[in-house]
Nanobody
Framework: QVQLVESGGGLVQAGGSLRLSCGAS????????MGWFRQAPGKEREFVAA????????YYADSVKGRFTISRDNVKNTVYLQMNSLKPADTAVYYC?????????????????WGQGTQVTVSS
């Protein structure tokens, strides 16, 4: 079992940046593939970015490619999402998720554990 806690959300103007963090506890962090998903009001939760257990393989949704960067620190048990050039369309609750493999990291149903989410609001 692993517990996930997100932080770093907030209100930012379009074009600005935020860095989300997700701290994990309860199990060996390096055993988990990690992902970020987001959910806007009235929409389904969608894939944003993911990273393999060893940190070598990042994956991104087309909508954030070139603007967002996912990384992880297996010593600090933390995964990060650096978000640059933010747009109002990026407004959502952002969730961190973990799975005990590196399988279909872009697929929501493959994840076993979820954080509570952190709100990101981008004003125009």
């Amino acid at each position: 079992q692993v517990q996930l806690v997100e932080s770093g959300g907030g209100l930012v103007q379009a074009g600005g940046s935020l860095r989300l963090s997700c701290g994990a506890s309860g199990h060996t962090f390096s055993s988990y593939g990690m992902g970020w998903f987001r959910q806007a009001p009235g929409k389904e939760r969608e894939f944003v970015a993911a990273i393999s257990r060893n940190g070598e393989y990042p994956y991104y949704a087309d909508s954030v490619k070139g603007r967002f960067t996912i990384s992880r620190d297996n010593v600090k048990n933390t995964v990060y999402l650096q978000m640059n050039s933010l747009k109002p369309a990026d407004t959502a609750v952002y969730y961190c998720a973990a799975q005990l493999r590196d399988s279909y990291l872009y697929t929501r149903s493959r994840y076993h554990y979820w954080g509570q989410g952190t709100q990101v609001t981008v004003s125009s």
